[in-house]
């Protein structure tokens, strides 16, 4: 079982950053891949970046350039930072862990709010 927690969501102008954390209940270093979602008023939950155990990253092409997912193994935590932000980021972000060994196992957190407007 994995537990994860988001926080750091908020209002922000456009044009802002903020930072998203997802704190892991258990080493990050024994979880296949990490990542962040978002499901924006209206729409479907989407991808908007992942990191392997090999850090290898993947981004949404809305995304690229702007937002940067990362890992702190010592504190079991991923971040998303989000910088350059805009209207249509507006969401609920939440954190994504897939472990793969001994069996696929896929686990969210709760979701954290993000409200970008002026």
């Known amino acids: 079982q994995v537990q994860l927690v988001e926080s750091g969501g908020g209002l922000v102008r456009p044009g802002g950053s903020l930072r998203l954390s997802c704190a892991v209940s258990r080493s990050i270093a024994s979880i296949y891949a990490m990542g962040w979602y978002c499901r924006a008023p209206g729409k479907q939950r989407e991808l908007v970046a992942t990191i392997t155990d090999s850090d290898i990253t993947n981004y949404a092409d809305s995304v690229k350039g702007r937002f940067t997912i990362s890992k702190d193994y010592a504190e079991n935590t991923v971040y998303l930072q989000m910088n350059s932000l805009k209207a249509e980021d507006t969401a609920v972000y939440y954190c994504?862990?897939?472990?793969?060994?001994?069996?696929?196992?896929?686990?969210w957190g709760k979701g954290t709010l993000v409200t970008v407007s002026s």
């Open positions: 994504h862990a897939e472990i793969r060994w001994p069996r696929l196992m896929n686990y």
